[in-house]
């Protein structure tokens, strides 16, 4: 079974500042899909960034970027020029190669983002 | 195009009750999972319907059950209503490896 961890449970950063939320992992597969998803109080998740783990290449999406580190196990986000409109929770998940395979997620942390 | 729809928005039930919560996937989408959030944790893997069957199934109890329809849409039902049943759910619908998609959640509160 896959386990993922998400050790802070609570962050904060100044607008325009960047900030980096952790995540470890820990499964059996070699190959795998890593996210993550951003929930703000209106309650619906919202896909942040994907990283596919035979990818070596990190991903990034706009201010958005991990650091994957699959020998570690660690998945992390690093979210540049922070703006007001981030906060919010934010959940890492994994899920297996296998097509609509279910998503793990963490416990979740808390961003607020200071004006 | 309308992403995933899911009613009601909230809902307060007794100890004891059963309640259904329903759920329309995004349109295109075959697979519909859902998911319990409890407050201030990450969501948990209920269960998943493909081709209007259980496909896939978390540690959750058999007071739990569901269904899909020709349609996709799909309904979760929570028989014997306890306090701990008290969550966020969270239903999203999927297409092979294009990723899901998640609904806004129904709120339910048990008394």
Not at chain 1, 50 to 72: D, M
Not at chain 2, 9 to 34: A, E, F, N
Request: glycine share 6%; charged share 15%.
């Amino acid at each position: 079974a896959q386990t993922v961890t998400q050790s802070q449970p609570e962050m904060s950063v100044q607008e325009a500042e960047t900030v980096t939320l952790s995540c470890t992992y820990d499964t059996s597969e070699n190959n795998y899909y890593l996210f993550w998803y951003k929930q703000p109080p209106s309650r619906q998740m919202i896909l942040v960034i994907r990283q596919e783990a035979y990818k070596q290449q990190n991903a990034t999406e706009n201010r958005f970027s991990v650091n994957f580190q699959k020998a570690a196990k660690s998945f992390s986000l690093k979210i540049s020029d922070s703006q007001l409109g981030d906060t919010a929770m934010y959940f890492c998940a994994f899920m297996g190669l296998r097509a609509n395979s279910k998503l793990t997620f963490g416990k979740g942390i808390t961003l607020s983002v200071r004006p | 195009d309308a992403g995933v729809t899911q009613s009601p928005t909230h809902l307060i039930k007794t100890r004891g009750q059963q309640v259904t919560l329903r759920c329309s996937p995004k349109s295109g989408h075959d697979t519909v999972s859902w998911y319990q959030q409890a407050l201030g944790q990450g969501p948990q893997f209920i269960f998943q319907y493909y081709e209007e069957e259980e496909r896939q199934r978390g540690n959750f109890p058999d007071r739990f059950s569901g269904h899909q329809f020709p349609n996709y849409s799909s309904e979760l039902n929570v028989n014997a209503l306890l306090l701990g049943d008290s969550a966020l759910y969270l239903c999203a619908s999927s297409l092979a490896f294009y990723g899901y998609t998640f609904g806004s959640g129904t709120r339910l509160t048990v008394v």
